[in-house]
């Protein structure tokens, strides 16, 4: 299966908002995400660790940054919803996954990635 990467603004804004960890964040990330919407995709049920780990992670996002963070849980098809959610997004929409190393390789060899 051919993947389409899309990951572009997605990582290029994580990048910029997560730069305030050890940094103050440049004004020029903060003028390119002002006003921007990610939205972080939870391929399981709320409650859980990943969505615990992307509700906590969206508040230091828009702290650092002048974005909307939305979490939106996508449980279903052992996470294949989230991520086709995520592999699907237009080329400028700030889509991430949450998701473990082993499922992204995996599923794939599987034939359902």
């Known amino acids: 299966m051919a993947f389409r990467l899309t990951f572009g603004p997605a990582l290029a804004a994580l990048f910029c908002a997560a730069g305030a960890a050890t ?3 440049s004004a020029a ?3 390119m995400l002002a006003g921007e919407r990610m939205t972080i995709a939870v ?9 615990t780990y992307a509700r906590s992670l969206a508040p230091a996002i828009e702290a650092n940054s002048e ?4 979490v939106t849980n996508m449980p279903g098809a052992g996470g294949l919803a989230a991520r086709g959610y ?15 190393t082993a499922d992204l390789v995996t599923s794939p060899m ?3 990635g």
């Open 86 to 100: 995520v592999m699907n997004a237009e080329p400028d929409d700030l889509a991430v996954l949450i998701e473990n």
């Open 29 to 31: 990330c903060i003028e």
């Open 67 to 70: 974005m909307t963070v939305r």
């Open 43 to 51: 391929p399981n049920s709320p409650g859980g660790g990943y969505d």
């Open 110 to 112: 599987d034939g359902l």
């Open 23 to 25: 940094a103050e964040p």
